[in-house]
């Protein structure tokens, strides 16, 4: 965590009260987590100035959980990575600090949390809880814990969320020595609020979510911070380019949907938002994933993902899925080590751009996990979002153990 988030209010406090109070009537007790290594290596020599060709980490992500007989709960979950060569990928943050109190009309949860919303395999459109720890992954799957007060009543018509969210977190980016970013560096020091309350700000969101035979459906509403910033142009004390964040308030409203039939899974997500920049937009992506069991006589499934993502913005929107055509394939073993295999391909439908992927997992006996990652961006043209990484090709391998 920046320094700042250290001053997130009162709400560790609260948790901290409410565990104790009911800490005598207590049922269980877990510990879990991993630790690991992970290396990445750059095929490419650095473009930019301060780059690291290669780099090793170690992270460390512990869980404690702890259930009470009366059902409600409390987990804490602490992260922290430290790097070689990037100073801002070495980093701490609570991915969880939650008390749960389980009632028989509604549940409310109180802490740090991590909240997914979304049903797409290549881009999670709809997902805004939780900020992005981009310097984990450019995939944008890691999420830094937020704080928030959440209460969920659950019916046979449903399940309704509301959220309080009182502090926000910013984005992680990539430092000066790492690699996956453009020429100018990201000055977060600097950074830049619509709101005069800026990081306490409070935010505010509601989500409807129900299944409805085979259809499974989330209606949800924010409005607040946008976890998106813009990133205006500056220069530092010496006189060097570099990148400052400013985060608009916005009201986003959004859905996303999922079917399934036989061995069909139709999803979707969409969201319109107001205030992120001069103009209001839409932006949408779906498609399909169609799963064979048991191909070439084996115990081996193959899905099949085909997904399309577009923004009203088209070209002056700030991602790289501005109107794109996504494949994939995952090959899923099924045997004793849980083997996975995911290779995919965007395509952008405007220019020559390409971005690739291939993930894979295996397990070794019941506590070993080794993941690879190979990413790569070809025929990128000057205008296209993700030039100036263009010779940021990437292997990524960890090996961590859980226990």
Known sequence: MHASDSKCGIL???IAIMFFITVSDSQAHEFSGFVGAEARLFPNSARYLGQEDQSASFVAQPEYYHEFESGSSFTFVPFYRIDS?????THFDIRELTFLWLQDDFELRLGFRKVFWGTTEILHLVDIINQTDLVENVDAE????????????SRDWGTFDLYFLPYFRERTFTGKGGRLRGAAVVDEDRTQ????????????AFRYSHFFGDWDIGLSQFVGTSRDPILLDGTDSNGDTIKIPRYEQIRQTSLDVSFVTGE???????????GQGDDDYFAWTGGFEYTFTRVWSSQIDLGVIGEWMFDTREEDAATAFENDL??????????????????GWVQDLNSSARFLFLEASHR????????AEFRTFTNQPAEDFLFEQRDDEILQIEL???F
């Open 12 to 14: 560790p406090f609260l």
């Open 85 to 89: 060569a990037d100073r801002e990928r």
């Open 142 to 153: 890691d999420k830094l814990g937020q704080p928030m007060a959440n209460i969920s009543f």
């Open 193 to 204: 609020y619509e709101s005069a309350a800026e990081e306490r700000h409070s935010d505010w």
């Open 264 to 274: 069909w899974l139709w999803k979707g997500e969409a969201l319109y938002r107001v």
């Open 326 to 343: 996504a494949g994939a394939l995952r090959l899923a073993l099924n045997d004793s080590a849980s083997s996975e295999i995911l290779f």
């Open 364 to 371: 070794f006996g019941d506590h070993l996990l080794l993941t």
């Open 400 to 402: 961590a153990y859980y």
